[in-house]
């Protein structure tokens, strides 16, 4: 049981792994289906009682985060089609993707609010660096730094409602 429980922590991160690169290299279109197929993928085989509505509000949390950013003048999109005059699809589509994460092969970082903090502000920001360097997306030079605070912010938040989800389910 214990080695079917690895196996699954370790599909879905190479599941998101996969995600990421087919959305970075292949655009949009390629995001629109390949996000939608591993979306649905995890909401048929994965998904907690739920959990679409963390993935779903993650989802807008950055759209806002990141379409701000854009507006603010963060991102460089030449050549690239966006959605409601904000994102690529292929980025936005990086949100759900990621939020598939959380509750399991994440789920072990949330219990160290200050170390996912501290994983959000290394990883988000590198995660931002590749993709634009594949994706051909021009990065304005105070943007990861910002990117750094908002991504320890966000793991941050997202350990302390992860604990206190936790706990609401061991006292029910």
């Not at 907690?48 to 999109?77: M, N, Q, S, V």
């Amino acid at each position: 049981m214990a080695t079917q429980r690895w196996r699954d922590l370790l599909f879905n991160a190479l599941r998101f792994e996969a995600g990421w690169l087919l959305c970075v290299v292949g655009g949009s279109w390629v995001a629109a289906f390949a996000g939608a197929g591993l979306l649905g993928w995890h909401f048929w085989r994965c998904a907690k009682p739920g959990e679409w509505r963390f993935i779903g509000t993650l989802a807008l949390l950055g759209l806002a985060i990141d379409g701000g950013l854009h507006l603010a003048g963060g991102f460089d999109f030449s050549g690239h089609a966006l959605v409601a005059g904000l994102l690529p699809l292929w980025l936005w589509m990086l949100w759900p993707l990621f939020a598939t994460l959380a509750f399991h092969s994440l789920a072990w970082l949330w219990r160290y609010p200050l170390i996912a903090a501290a994983c959000g502000a290394i990883s988000g920001p590198l995660s931002y660096l590749g993709g634009a360097a594949i994706a051909n997306v021009g990065l304005a030079p105070w943007l990861l730094p910002a990117q750094a605070v908002i991504w320890a912010a966000l793991c941050f938040g997202i350990s302390r409602y992860a604990i206190r989800r936790t706990s609401d389910f061991s006292s029910a």
